[in-house]
């Protein structure tokens, strides 16, 4: 079972340092909802059957299960693929800010 543990991750703006971003914020509930089978990034990490109490615990994902999941489950072919494209649109809603 997964407690409920803040995953946090980095984006970058052109030309700016990279910024820390909550998983939360960054797979919120629309892009969860629109290219996966969850609702939430924590449903999804459940659903993979992961282990993850701290953010070592996910960071020490091996990348192929993570990836077999991504494909499996998303519109996705890899975890580096769904992460980057979540990021892309999570880097435009800030600089509409």
Excluded at 40 to 58: A, H, M, N, P
Excluded at 68 to 93: C, L, P, Q
């Amino acid at each position: 079972m997964i407690a409920l543990v803040k995953l946090t991750g980095y984006y970058q703006l052109p030309g700016a340092l990279p910024q820390p971003v909550d998983f939360e914020d960054l797979f919120d509930k629309s892009f969860m909802r629109k290219y996966t089978n969850y609702r939430t990034f924590e449903k999804f990490l459940q659903g993979g059957k992961f282990r993850i109490t701290s953010q070592q615990d996910f960071e020490d994902l091996p990348e192929e299960q993570m990836d077999k999941h991504v494909a499996k489950n998303t519109r996705f072919g890899s975890w580096k693929e769904m992460i980057d494209f979540a990021t892309d649109i999570y880097a435009r809603k800030q600089m509409q800010r």
